[in-house]
């Protein structure tokens, strides 16, 4: 499939309906995703990016029929990680002679992943530009750890389409291919979920980056990802709403994680969200025992929180790993000024309280005084100190 998108650029992806899981197991996809490339064909014909590596014959083939092969004057790669790059080795048996324009880094991805084959590597940094004839350019800006250190976007003079790559991103497959044609309130919400769980580590590179993309004056008519929606209509919308992701977001959210044995607590779970509907009903409060839950959807709904309860009861002088996993989730994604509380069931050491409070401090939660401890199962006293939490993590 070839689709024009703006002047003489066009999409040449793969919609990816089927796809269900990112990162491994740990980006559940929802509602599609793609692998965003792009073919620009002007004095001379460039390939933005490829697709993954399962995907690699019919993409080759697509570019074959639709603009053939020896065609095709130089490659950019924005972005060595495999859903991009995986068809690259399948494309060069066929282009060996082809530049392929990358970051440094990108060149140590590239290689470490497919080895070294030869190929025209041609190192760029941020400012550096290519004429591609037609009196337009490309111009690289490196963007690193958004989300990789070889990570890149190119700019294209002329049309103004900022090839972002992850950044801006969302699994979303969208057959219309851009925000004007998609579901918004699904769009938001994957973006956001995309931000949470990829971006949010490095929101400090965000910030800097969108400041100095700024201060490159360049006019941004369009922004193409590598992923999901491409932003046609108001494009700047996305990068206004990554300046605010990136800043410490938060909403008036009390996010609720637990796992239990016998049910207590998950007891205690719901009745601190009780609590907090009581206390605060204008505070949005979310339950998800993290054993069925998907780990994506909560990090995203943490992401949004002020605040979260985290539950666990004590299993051999520690937590469920399904807690104590998800806990560590939550600290690689790095969230910062958000309320934690701590809460679970024992029978007879009882030391899990104290384990996630340890471990939610680590994690970069300001953890308050308050937790519910309960011997067995909970009582009406237990039960009254859920007050005490949701007031702690709401006020
Ligand atoms: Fe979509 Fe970092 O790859």
Known sequence: MKENIKGNVSWVGYLDWELQKFHGDDFTITNGSSQNAYLVEEGKTVLIDTVWTPHRSEFVDNLRKEVGLENIDMVVMNHGEADHSGALPELMKELSDVPIYCTANAVKSLEGQYGKKGWDLRTVKTGDSVDIGNGKKFVFI?????????????????????????????HFAVGGLFNDTADLCLL?????????????????????????????????????????????????????????????????????????????????????????????????????????????????????????????????????????????????????GKKAGAFGCYGWSGE????????????????????????????????????????????
Not at 153 to 170: E, K, M, R, V, W
Not at 235 to 256: H, N
Not at 354 to 374: D, N
């Open 352 to 395: 899990g309280v104290a384990v996630l409070k340890k471990e939610l401090a680590e994690a970069g939660f300001q953890v308050v005084e308050e937790s519910i401890r309960s011997m067995w199962k909970p009582d009406e006293k237990d039960l009254a100190s859920a007050e005490q939490l949701a007031k702690a993590l709401l006020k």
């Open 142 to 170: 490196e963007m690193r750890m958004l989300h990789w250190p070889d990570s890149m976007a190119t700019y294209l003079t002329g049309d103004n389409i900022l090839f972002s790559n992850d950044a801006f991103g969302q």
């Open 188 to 336: 938001e919400k994957e973006a956001m979920r995309y931000y949470a769980n990829i971006l949010n580590p490095f929101s400090s590179f965000v910030t800097k980056k969108i400041d100095e993309i700024r201060s490159m004056g360049l006019p941004i008519d369009m922004i193409a990802p590598s992923h999901g929606a491409i932003w046609r209509d108001e494009p700047m919308q996305i990068v206004r709403k990554y300046s605010e992701w990136a800043a410490g977001y938060r909403e008036d959210q009390l996010t609720i994680v637990y796992d239990t044995m016998w049910e207590g607590t998950a007891a205690i779970a719901h009745g601190i969200a009780a609590a907090a509907g009581r206390i605060s009903p204008e505070t949005m409060v979310k339950v998800f025992n993290c054993s069925k839950a998907d780990k994506s959807e909560i990090m995203a709904e943490v992401f949004k929180s002020k605040a979260v309860a985290v539950g666990s009861p004590t299993v051999v002088g520690d937590v469920l790993t399904s807690v104590s996993g998800t806990v560590r989730y939550m600290k690689s994604l790095k969230f910062k």
